[in-house]
C-alpha cells in the first residue's frame, strides 16, 4: 500500500478523509459517510444534475467532459435498464489516484455511483476496478457487503421505498477497456475492444440500456457537491473547471505522490513547491502533464495553470492528472520509445492505424534508440504517428500518436544526435545495434 | 407492408444524391457510382470500422469519418476525396502493407487481391520500413481451410460471415493488438460447416482453400457461371477451369461476383465437390459385358449392340417390354430428350425416376391457383417464413442461408414445425416440436380441422400458432417430402387463405427438372396423363406416344424378375442401391447404364456408358422452387459423352430420324458454343458424325438448346423469357394449371435422398474433398439407405 504525502498547499475535498481509515464503515459514517446520498434521496433528479452542473466538475478519466452535462443525456424514459458505471481501471501511466481513492474511501466511490443513479434514474451500479488492481477489489467487496448490511443498498435503501444494486467487476489486464465502451464489452464479457459511436453510452450502452460512465475520482466528487453545494466546489477552481483534482506527481522530483490541488494550479510551483524541485540539483527538461498519452511541455512552457482548458491552448491536455516529471539527464528518444512500448502493448488491435502503427513506431524507435537509426527514421517516426493521428477507431491511437509528435517536434536535436551509430548521449551503453544493410536504406 | 423509408438529400462531391433514411453512407455513395474503398466492411454484415480506408470528410466535422459506420442524414455534405483523404488511405495501406510478406507472385489471391488492387490506386507500394516482419507460420485448420496470419489483414469479415451469415461462430480473435491472430474454433483446427465462406470472402490470400492452393493463378483459368450439381437449391457456382490432358480440368468453385440466386454463397458441396469428375475410379470408355465381365469397348460397338438389343425386344416383345429409369441430375433436356426418347422410339411409357418429392401431388393440389409457388428469392426477402419437416441447414443449405439472413437482416419471421430440434430453430420466432409423422396432421389442423391437433402436440401452442400465421401477409411456406399425397392439398387451402405461395422441397439438382419433364410412367412433360392424349395434344406426340400407363420403378424391377422386362435403359441413377433392389431381378433383362462410376447398378448392366456430368454439358436446371437456370459448360472431357448425344445416338443406330427426336435446322440454333468443344479435340469428333450423317456441321443435334423451343412450347409455365435464361437470369416458373382432377403422384414411392451437408448421393461417395472433412460422418440416420444419385 502506498505511502501518503502531503503538502500545506492541499485543498482536501476527495482526499479528505486518506489515512483515516474509512474503509471501514462506522468511520466512514463518523466521516459525514452517506450523508450526501441521504440528501439525494430528498431531492428531484433534476436537482441533482443542476448542482453537478453547477459545480463546474469535468471528468477526471482523461476527457474532462462536464459530469452534469454528461447525466443530463440520459433519456428519462427507457425500457431498457438504466446503469451507472464506475470506470476504476486506472491504467495511463503516470496517473495513480484511484487506486488512493478505492483504498482509502471505498464508500465515498459508492455513495458517488448512488447519487448518478438517482440522478439518471439508474438502479443498478457497477464498479470496475482494473486487473491489477486485485487488493483493491477485497477492499470495495467488503464495502459493498458493509453496505448492503445497513440497508445502504440492496432493496428500500435507507427505508425510502427505493432499490439500488452496486456490484463490483474486476478487469482482466488490459488497459484499453478503460476507454468506457471496451469497458462495457468486457463488463458484458467480450474481449476489451470498443464499439462503434455512435450510439453514445447514455442512450445505449451497458447491456443496451442508457449508460453513465465515470471515473472513480469524478464520481468520488459527487458527494462532498451534494453536501456542500456545486457553487462552494466551483469556487475552489478556475471558471468552467471546478473543484480540486488529485495530481499524480512522478518522475524526477523530490517529493513524488498525490496531491490534491485546486484545478488551475500552477505547474511550476507544482513542480518545485509541492513536489520539492527536481532531484538530484539537475534541471527541469520537460513535463508529461496529464498522464503518457498528453503532448509533452519543455521547460521554458511549464509555467502554466494546470487545468483543462488552459493546457489545451498550450497544445497539451489535463487528461487523468498524472504528472511526468523528466530531468536534463533524460534521453527523450528513450522516453519516446517507453512510451510507445506501452501503447504497443496495449492497443487492442481492431484497427489498422493503432495496431500497425504502434508496432512499427515501436521497432523503429527501439533500433534508433540502439544505435541504428537512420536519417530517414526522423520524419517516418513523425510521418507514421501524424497519419494515426485521428484516424484510429478510439482514442488509444491518439494516446499513442499524440506524446511521439511532440516529442520528436520539440526535441529533434536529441534525435539527430542519435544518428548512424553515435551512441546515445545519455546512456552510450543503449548501443547493441548495428546499422541494417539494406540497398536504398540512406 | 411497411411504408418505404423516407429519403434523405445529401451531397457528395458536389452531387446532389438522395437515399433511404438509415442507410450506411458507402452504400449510398455505392449507389449514386461514387466507390468509397473498404477492407473491413461486407455488405449484408455487421458494421466494424476496423480498416479505416472508408474514411471521407463531412463538413462540420472537425476529423475524417468511417462511412462505413456513418449513417445518411439530411443536409450532409461529404468529400470523398481529396488530398487529406488520399493520404489517410494510402498510409493506412503502408501500414497494413508493412507486415505483410508480399508474397503476391505465389499467393492464391494475387490477380483478384483487393489489397493488390487499393495500393494501385493509391500509390503506397514503396515501403518506409526498414524493420523485420512479423511472422507466423501458416496452420493448416481443416481439409479445406489454410490461414496464414502474415497476410491476414484483420478485416473481420471471416469471423463475420461464419457467424453472423452462416451462424456456425467457429472463428474468432485471439490475443490482442499486433499479436491479434484470427483463429479456429477448436485451437488448432476447424470443427464447422466446412463451407469456405470465409475463404471466399478473405479480401486477400490470408484464407486458402485446401482443394485450390498453390495448384494456380487466376488468369490462367477460364470462370464460367454454372449452377451446382448437388442439391435442390440451384445456387450459381462459378468453376475455374484450366485445359488438361483430359480435355479440362475444374480448379475451383465460388461465387465471388454474386451472380444468380445465392449470391456469394454456396455450401461445401458447390464450392468444392467438383473434384468426383476428376476421381481416378471414374469411367471413360465404354464397357461391354463379356464372358460375364465389363469389359472396354468402342462407342460404335457399344451403340450397335444397344440399338440392336433395343430394336430387338421392340419389335419383338413390344415397348411394354422396355424400361427407362431417369436421372434426378441430368438437365431438363435431356430428361425431356429422354421421356420423347422412350415413348416415340421405344414405344414405352416404363419411365422413371428416383422420387423425392410428391411434385405431381403438389401440381394437383394447385389445380386451379395461380402463381402460388414462391422463388428461392422470395425466400430472402418474404416477411414470414413456415417451414414445414425438413432440415434445410443440411438437405437445402441455400434455403437456409437465404432463411437466415431474411431473419438476421429484415427481420422476417420463421415459423417452425419439425419432428427433430433442426438448427434453424435458432432463428425461429416460434419453434413446434411435432412427433415424427404428424406433419400432415398440422397441415389438416391449419385448414381448421382441430381434431388433428390432438397427434400433433399442444393444442394451446398450436391454435396460437395458427392465429400468429393466420395474420401473415407474403408467408412462404416450405415444406419437405413429409407432406406428400393428400396432406398437401390442406396446405394449399390455407396459403390460399393467407395469399401464401409455396415451395415443394425435392432433393437432388434437377429432381424438379424430371418432374417436370415426364419422367413418370403416367405423366408426359407439364404433368400431362397419357391417359388423356387426343387431338392436337396427341399430334405435339405425333400420335406416337402411348397412351397406356406405364411401369413404376418399381413395378419394372418386378417386372423383370418375372421375366416381363428385357430390356432396361438407366441414365444416371442408381435404383438399386437407392431402393434396395433385388439386383438378381436384372439377371435376365438387357441392361444399360449410364453414369460417371460403377455404382451398384452400372456392375450388373450389359452395357455401360461413360457419361458427361453436369459441368461437362450445357442445358438448364430447375431448382427446387421452380426457378429455371442455365448450365454452362465449363469445358469437355475427352472420351465421355452427354447423355443427351448419347441417347441421340442410341436412337440414330436404332434408324431413328434424329430430326423427329431433336428439331435442329438453320435458325433454330441457340448456342453455338455449347457442343463443340473446339478445346478438346471435340469438334472433330464432331464434325466426322456429322458430316458421315449429311448433316451441315454448324446446327448439332447434341445441342440441348435446340430442344428448348420444344419444351418452353410444350410444356406449362416454362415460357420464360429466353433472353434472360441465356444471360445467367434465374427465371421463375410456375406450375402448369391441370384445371380440375387428381394426377396419379405414388407417393409411396418417394425415397427422401437423406442426403446430410457432406453427402451427396453417388457424386459425394466419390468427392475426396466431402470424404476428408472429418464432420462427414455424422447426423446421418441410421435407417439412411446408401448414398446414390
Ligand atoms: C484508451 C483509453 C483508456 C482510458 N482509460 C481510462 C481509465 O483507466 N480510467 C478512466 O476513468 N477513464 C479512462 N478513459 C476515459 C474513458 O473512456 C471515459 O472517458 C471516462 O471513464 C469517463 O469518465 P469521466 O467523464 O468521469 O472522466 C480511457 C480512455 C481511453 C481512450
Ligand atoms: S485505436 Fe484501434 S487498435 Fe487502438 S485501441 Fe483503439 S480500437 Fe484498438
Ligand atoms: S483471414 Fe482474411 S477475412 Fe479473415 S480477418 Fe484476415 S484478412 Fe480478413
Ligand atoms: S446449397 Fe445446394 S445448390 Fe447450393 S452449393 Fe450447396 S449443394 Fe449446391
Ligand atoms: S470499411 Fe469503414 S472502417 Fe473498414
Given at each position: ?14 482526499s ?29 433528479p ?7 452542473k ?16 454528461k ?50 434514474g ?85 447491456f ?28 475552489l ?13 512522478n ?43 498528453c ?48 501503447y504497443?502493448?496495449e ?15 515501436k ?8 544505435g ?20 484510429t ?6 494516446a ?43 | ?196 465462406m ?63 440466386i445465392?449470391g ?21 470408355v ?53 421421356q420423347?426418347?422412350?415413348r ?23 389445380a ?46 420463421l ?27 398440422f ?46 392439398k ?14 415443394c ?23 400431362y ?94 431448382n ?5 437456370q ?8 475427352t ?22 427426336l ?13 457442343t ?20 451441315e ?36 416458373t ?46 446421418v ?9
Amino acid at each position: 500500500m502506498a505511502d501518503l504525502v502531503s503538502h500545506p498547499a492541499e485543498v482536501k475535498v476527495v482526499s479528505k478523509r486518506f489515512g483515516k481509515g474509512a474503509a471501514n464503515i462506522d468511520r466512514y459514517l463518523e466521516l459525514d459517510g452517506y450523508k450526501a446520498v441521504q440528501k439525494a434521496l430528498g431531492m428531484d433528479p433534476d436537482a441533482i444534475i443542476n448542482e453537478v452542473k453547477t459545480s463546474a466538475l469535468r471528468g477526471r478519466g482523461g476527457a474532462g467532459f462536464a459530469t452534469g452535462m454528461k447525466w443530463s443525456f440520459v433519456p428519462k424514459q427507457s425500457a431498457k435498464p438504466k446503469y451507472v458505471l464506475c470506470n476504476g481501471d486506472e491504467s495511463e501511466p503516470g496517473t495513480c489516484k484511484d487506486r488512493l481513492i478505492l483504498e482509502h474511501d471505498p464508500h465515498s466511490v459508492i455513495e458517488g455511483v448512488m447519487i448518478a443513479g438517482l440522478a439518471i434514474g439508474a438502479r443498478i451500479g457497477y464498479i470496475y476496478i482494473r486487473g491489477e488492481y486485485r487488493y483493491l477489489s477485497v477492499i470495495m467487496e467488503k464495502a459493498i457487503a458493509d453496505a448492503y448490511a445497513r440497508g445502504f443498498l440492496g432493496k428500500n435503501i435507507f427505508g425510502s421505498g427505493r432499490d439500488f444494486d452496486v456490484y463490483w467487476h474486476g478487469g482482466a489486464g488490459a488497459y484499453e477497456v478503460g476507454e468506457e465502451s471496451a469497458l462495457m464489452e468486457s463488463l458484458e464479457g467480450k474481449r476489451g475492444i470498443p464499439r462503434i459511436k455512435p450510439p453514445f453510452p447514455a442512450v445505449v450502452g451497458l447491456f443496451g440500456g442508457p449508460t453513465v460512465i465515470n471515473n472513480v475520482e469524478t464520481l468520488a466528487s459527487v458527494p462532498p457537491i451534494i453536501l456542500q453545494g456545486g457553487e462552494w466546489f466551483a469556487s475552489l477552481g478556475t471558471p468552467k473547471n471546478g473543484g480540486t483534482r488529485l495530481y499524480c506527481l512522478n518522475g524526477h522530483i523530490n517529493n513524488p505522490g498525490v496531491y490534491e490541488l485546486p484545478v488551475g494550479f500552477n505547474l511550476l510551483r507544482m513542480i518545485n513547491e509541492v513536489g520539492g524541485g527536481i532531484w538530484k540539483g539537475r534541471k527541469l527538461k520537460a513535463v508529461t502533464p496529464g498522464g503518457s498519452s498528453c503532448p509533452i511541455l519543455k521547460a521554458e512552457e511549464c509555467d502554466i495553470a494546470m487545468d483543462f482548458d488552459t493546457l489545451m491552448k498550450a497544445g497539451s491536455m489535463l487528461g487523468s492528472g498524472g504528472v511526468v516529471i523528466l530531468d536534463d539527464q533524460t534521453c527523450m528518444v528513450k522516453y519516446a520509445l517507453r512510451t510507445i512500448k506501452f501503447y504497443q502493448h496495449e492497443s487492442c488491435g481492431w484497427c489498422i492505424p493503432c495496431r500497425e502503427g504502434t508496432d512499427w513506431l515501436k521497432k523503429s524507435l527501439t533500433r534508433f534508440h540502439a544505435g541504428a537509426g537512420l536519417k530517414k527514421d526522423i520524419d517516418n517516426i513523425q510521418y507514421l504517428a501524424e497519419n494515426m493521428l485521428g484516424r484510429t477507431f478510439c482514442a488509444l491511437g491518439d494516446a499513442a500518436a499524440m506524446p511521439t509528435i511532440s516529442i520528436v517536434k520539440k526535441f529533434r536535436n536529441e534525435f539527430e544526435d542519435h544518428l548512424e551509430g553515435r551512441p546515445c548521449p545519455y546512456d552510450p551503453e543503449a548501443v547493441t545495434q548495428q546499422l541494417p544493410v539494406l540497398a536504398g536504406a540512406h | 407492408m411497411a411504408d418505404a423509408p423516407k429519403l434523405v438529400n445529401l451531397t457528395v462531391d458536389g452531387k446532389a444524391i438522395t437515399a433511404p433514411a438509415g442507410t450506411l453512407l458507402i452504400d449510398a455513395c455505392k449507389n449514386a457510382g461514387i466507390e468509397i474503398p473498404s477492407f473491413c466492411y461486407y455488405p449484408g454484415l455487421s458494421v466494424q470500422g476496423a480498416c479505416r480506408m472508408c474514411l471521407v470528410k463531412i463538413e462540420k466535422m472537425p476529423k475524417l469519418q468511417t462511412s462505413c459506420t456513418t449513417v445518411v442524414g439530411e443536409g450532409m455534405v461529404v468529400t470523398t476525396e481529396n488530398d487529406e483523404i488520399h493520404q489517410a488511405r494510402k498510409s493506412m495501406l503502408e501500414l497494413v502493407l508493412a507486415n505483410h510478406p508480399l508474397d503476391c507472385p505465389v499467393c492464391d489471391a494475387g490477380g483478384q487481391c483487393e489489397l493488390q488492387d487499393m495500393t494501385f490506386t493509391y500509390g503506397a507500394a514503396e515501403s518506409k520500413f526498414v524493420d523485420i516482419k512479423n511472422h507466423r507460420d501458416e496452420q493448416q485448420w481443416s481439409p479445406v481451410v489454410y490461414f496464414d496470419r502474415p497476410r491476414c489483414i484483420l478485416c473481420y469479415r471471416c469471423v463475420r460471415v461464419c457467424g453472423e451469415g452462416m451462424d456456425v461462430w467457429a472463428l474468432g480473435i485471439q490475443q490482442r493488438g499486433v499479436s491479434s491472430v484470427i483463429a479456429p474454433n477448436m485451437e488448432d483446427h476447424l470443427e464447422c460447416e466446412e463451407c469456405g465462406m470465409c475463404i471466399d470472402i478473405c479480401p486477400v490470400g490470408a484464407l486458402t482453400s485446401g482443394a485450390y492452393r498453390y495448384k494456380t493463378r487466376p488468369w490462367e483459368m477460364n470462370h464460367v457461371a454454372t449452377v451446382c450439381t448437388h442439391c435442390g437449391d440451384g445456387c450459381v457456382t462459378t468453376l475455374g477451369v484450366r485445359r488438361s490432358d483430359t480435355g479440362m480440368e475444374i480448379m475451383r468453385g465460388d461465387n465471388r461476383d454474386k451472380s444468380g440466386i445465392n449470391g456469394d454463397f454456396l455450401c461445401i458441396k458447390g464450392r468444392y465437390a467438383f473434384d468426383f469428375s476428376k476421381e481416378p475410379e471414374r469411367i471413360t470408355v465404354p464397357l461391354i459385358r463379356r464372358n460375364s465381365k465389363l469389359e472396354p469397348a468402342t462407342w460404335e460397338a457399344a451403340f450397335e449392340l444397344i440399338a440392336s438389343k433395343l430394336k430387338e425386344v421392340r419389335d419383338r416383345d413390344g415397348g411394354q417390354a422396355i424400361g427407362v429409369i431417369g436421372s434426378n441430375r441430368t438437365t431438363n433436356e435431356e430428361n425431356y430428350l429422354l421421356q420423347k426418347f422412350a415413348r416415340l422410339v421405344l414405344a414405352t411409357n416404363n419411365i422413371d425416376h428416383h422420387r423425392t418429392a410428391d411434385y405431381p401431388g403438389f401440381v394437383s393440389a394447385l389445380a386451379g391457383t395461380q402463381n402460388m409457388t414462391a422463388s428461392m428469392r422470395d425466400v430472402a426477402s418474404a416477411p414470414a417464413i413456415l417451414l414445414i419437416g425438413n432440415d434445410p441447414t443440411e438437405q437445402h443449405p441455400l434455403l437456409a442461408w437465404q432463411i437466415r439472413n431474411n431473419v438476421r437482416l429484415n427481420k422476417a419471421r420463421l415459423y417452425t414445425v419439425n419432428s427433430n430440434q433442426i438448427k434453424l430453430r435458432r432463428q425461429s420466432t416460434v419453434f413446434h416440436l411435432i412427433s415424427a409423422g404428424s406433419e400432415g396432421a398440422f397441415a389438416q389442423f391449419l385448414v381448421g380441422n382441430d381434431s388433428a391437433a390432438s397427434s400433433v402436440g399442444d393444442p394451446q401452442a398450436l391454435n396460437s400458432l395458427r392465429d400468429k400465421l393466420r395474420g401473415e401477409q407474403g408467408l412462404v411456406i416450405a415444406f419437405g417430402s413429409e407432406i406428400r399425397g393428400e396432406h398437401i392439398k390442406p396446405l394449399v387451402q390455407f396459403a390460399q387463405s393467407v395469399g401464401a405461395k409455396l415451395i415443394c422441397l425435392g432433393d437432388y439438382a434437377n429432381s424438379r427438372g424430371a418432374a417436370d419433364m415426364g419422367l413418370y410412367p403416367d405423366l408426359l412433360p407439364g404433368y400431362y396423363p397419357v391417359s388423356q392424349l387426343t387431338g392436337s395434344k396427341d399430334e405435339d406426340w405425333m400420335g406416337k406416344a402411348p397412351k397406356q400407363p406405364g411401369l413404376t420403378l418399381q413395378e419394372m424391377f418386378s417386372a423383370a424378375a418375372g421375366g416381363r422386362l428385357r430390356a432396361l435403359y438407366v441414365v444416371g441413377s442408381n435404383p438399386v442401391a437407392r431402393y434396395n433392389l433385388d439386383p438378381f431381378a436384372l439377371k435376365n433383362t438387357f441392361t444399360v447404364v449410364q453414369d460417371m462410376f460403377l455404382t451398384e447398378t452400372a456392375t450388373l448392366a450389359d452395357v455401360v456408358l461413360p457419361a458427361a456430368n453436369a459441368y461437362e454439358k450445357g442445358g438448364t436446371f430447375t431448382n427446387t422452387c421452380g426457378d429455371l437456370q442455365r448450365l454452362q459448360k465449363a469445358g469437355d472431357v475427352t472420351t465421355v459423352k452427354s447423355d443427351f448425344e448419347i441417347i441421340v445416338r442410341i436412337a440414330n443406330a436404332m434408324g431413328y430420324d434424329v430430326h423427329g427426336l431433336v428439331p435442329f435446322a438453320p435458325g433454330l440454333r441457340a448456342d453455338m458454343g455449347q457442343t463443340r468443344g473446339a478445346e478438346s479435340g471435340e469438334a472433330d469428333r464432331h464434325k466426322v458424325w456429322l458430316t458421315r450423317q449429311g448433316i451441315e456441321p454448324k446446327l448439332s443435334p447434341f445441342d440441348p438448346l435446340a430442344l428448348l423451343d420444344e419444351i418452353q412450347r410444350l410444356v406449362p409455365g416454362y415460357e420464360v423469357s429466353r433472353l434472360n435464361l441465356m444471360a445467367g437470369n434465374d427465371q421463375h416458373t410456375q406450375v402448369p394449371d391441370i384445371g380440375s382432377g387428381e394426377l396419379p403422384s405414388h407417393p409411396e414411392l418417394i425415397v427422401p435422398s437423406e442426403d446430410t451437408l457432406f453427402t451427396s448421393g453417388t457424386l459425394g461417395r466419390y468427392s475426396k474433398t466431402l470424404n476428408s472433412v472429418m464432420e462427414n460422418d455424422r447426423a446421418v440416420p441410421e435407417d439412411a439407405g446408401i448414398p446414390a444419385d
